[in-house]
């Protein structure tokens, strides 16, 4: 420990990690803070890579802070461009290339990594879209009127058909499953949403698979899907899904299972180890009577965002060290719709208390044995986080009913 204070060691240039080092200088931590990153960008912002980066006519800007900001203003010790290769907790080490990093806390924020299409290794306009330099070549593709098969009807895919097709390119979905996102939000509303690709004009195709790449010259040139057809391809993104980046963690001691194990606090079982963002399974205490016991690993902005600031402030203060707990909060843009969800998704009802599903504008709700804990909303903006407040109160079913009832009537009346 130096005299200003613990040392905080951030592994992951990621929302997570950014927030965690804004947290520990606003809470008044004087001592060094270490922020490591695989890639070679400043921390940046990954929602707007499949929405308005590939959306708008201007780039968009990414990048939350300046780097002179980082390293001046908040005295962050930037080490980007090499991921971290290990953790040795008996000296509290972090290894980096050939660099060893000492910490006194530390908080794993490496969030997850997009799975590849199997057989596509070295094909030109085979890509995934995670990163900024993924989102350049989409971008890129997309402008020079690509046309574009989407592996994965799920929300990230989603967002890049919407964007060719706002391109006036032809997009195929393939999803290898009979009903798209029924992980993410149900089969009944994932059917609600697939219509939106049939509006729009994108050729959705379920319950079919990929056989393989086509290529000539190192270059995509279509997708042969298991049913015998080929798709005609210039640009091929694998929205297949990601998995959390915990490699580097072998032999550790950390307990890794669907991304790093931790605590209501976000503490793993090593001391002076925590986990944030997408990388972290913790335990919400919001939903510990669900089936997982509250263990839940989300990939979403506000709870990265969240969980940062609050495993810096435990890695920094352990004895007073505060749970987090939250109701899930993601949303996607598609065509000119923005869909809203809350909660989880796992229910035993789903339904529909404002709108309807034909007019593509609607409100549905999600039970769990007696109580809220979902809500799903297409382009009802205003409607969602009241539902979330009502999620988090553990509100029962009736009263969520009555709830949306005296919201439908108000708005009759406003109307």
């Not at 006036?168 to 029924?182: C, D, M």
């Not at 307990?255 to 090593?270: K, P, R, Y």
């Not at 965002?305 to 004895?319: F, K, S, T």
Request: net charge negative; proline share 5%.
């Amino acid at each position: 420990m130096t005299p200003q204070g613990p040392r905080l060691v951030i592994v992951g240039a990621s929302l997570a990690g950014l927030r965690a080092a804004e947290a520990a200088r606003d809470a008044g931590h004087e001592g060094p803070v270490t922020l490591v990153g695989a890639e070679s960008h400043l921390p940046y912002d990954r929602p707007p890579l499949s929405k308005a980066y590939l959306d708008e006519a201007a780039e968009p800007a990414v990048h939350f802070r300046e780097e002179r900001h980082l390293r001046d203003a908040l005295g962050i010790d930037l080490v980007l461009g090499e991921p971290a290769s290990g953790l040795e907790p008996d000296t509290r080490e972090v290894l980096v290339g050939a660099r060893r990093i000492p910490y006194d806390g530390l908080v794993i924020a490496t969030g997850a990594r997009a799975r590849l299409l199997p057989g596509a290794e070295g094909a030109t306009g085979v890509q995934a879209l995670r990163t900024l330099d993924d989102a350049i070549a989409v971008r890129a593709a997309l402008d020079a009127g690509a046309r574009t098969v989407v592996i994965g009807a799920g929300f990230i895919g989603s967002e890049v058909a919407s964007a060719a097709r706002k391109r006036g390119l032809p997009v195929t979905i393939v999803e290898a499953q009979g009903t798209p996102l029924v992980r993410a939000i149900g089969s009944e509303m994932g059917t609600a949403l697939s219509a939106l690709h049939a509006a729009h004009g994108t050729d959705l195709r379920c319950g079919v698979g990929v056989a393989g790449v086509e290529s000539a010259d190192g270059r995509v040139t279509g997708v042969r899907l298991t049913d015998g057809t080929t798709v005609p391809a210039d640009l091929v993104v694998a929205g297949i899904g990601a998995d959390p980046a915990t490699g580097w963690l072998e032999g550790s001691g950390v307990e890794v299972d669907n991304g790093v194990v931790a605590d209501e606090t976000l503490a793993t079982a090593l001391p002076g180890v925590y986990a944030a963002g997408d990388v972290v399974r913790w335990r919400n205490p919001l939903f510990d009577d669900g089936p997982a016991g509250g263990l839940m690993r989300i990939e979403h902005w506000t709870s990265a965002a969240e969980q940062g600031a609050v495993a810096a402030r435990n890695a920094l203060l352990p004895a007073a060290a505060a749970p987090y707990q939250t109701v899930p909060y993601f949303w996607s843009d598609w065509y000119s719709s923005r869909i809203q969800f809350v909660g989880v998704p796992a229910a035993d009802e789903v339904t529909v208390v404002s709108g309807s599903v034909d007019e593509q504008k609607f409100v549905a709700l999600y039970r769990t044995g007696d109580r809220l804990t979902g809500a799903l909303t297409l382009d009802r903006r205003a409607d969602v986080m009241k539902y979330r407040a009502q999620i988090a109160k553990r509100t029962t079913w009736d009263d969520a009913l009555a709830f949306a009832e005296k919201r439908n009537a108000a708005a009759a009346v406003s109307s």
